[in-house]
Nanobody, 122 residues
Framework: VQLQASGGGLVQAGDSLRLSCAAS????????MGWFRQAPGKEREFVAA????????YQTDVVKGRFTISRDNARNTVYLQMNSLKPEDTAVYYC????????????????WGKGTQVTVSS
């Protein structure tokens, strides 16, 4: 499974960024896609996730009202629209997917992409 993330960068507080992550090579079904982030000196934390149909989304409280997750199933791509960015949003953002493939495992199968750096200056 390949996950290609893009869209990170250096912005000022209050600006917006849109992260994208295209998934390819996965098998099975029920592909859930999401984003995690890791700030310097901190553990990786969950940011947002979206179910396979796009009808169910999950977000951590600290980004609610500012970040929106969406997906394009035709492109197997997940997006994270980040508005009103704050310096504390500075982190490496990682795309993550998980899916079911009974031919491989009875558990959900997880993959991580390489991170993309988001830096928000004050």
């Amino acid at each position: 499974v390949q996950l290609q993330a893009s869209g990170g960068g250096l912005v000022q507080a209050g600006d917006s960024l849109r992260l994208s992550c295209a998934a390819s090579g996965h098998t099975g079904s029920d592909l859930t896609m999401g984003w995690f982030r890791q700030a310097p000196g901190k553990e990786r934390e969950f940011v947002a996730a979206i179910g396979s149909s796009g009808g169910t989304t999950y977000q951590t409280d600290v980004v609610k009202g500012r970040f929106t997750i969406s997906r394009d199933n035709a492109r197997n791509t997940v997006y994270l629209q980040m508005n009103s960015l704050k310096p504390e949003d500075t982190a490496v953002y990682y795309c993550s997917v998980n899916f079911i493939d009974p031919t491989v495992s009875s558990d959900r199968i997880h993959y991580w992409g390489k991170g993309t750096q988001v830096t928000v200056s004050s």
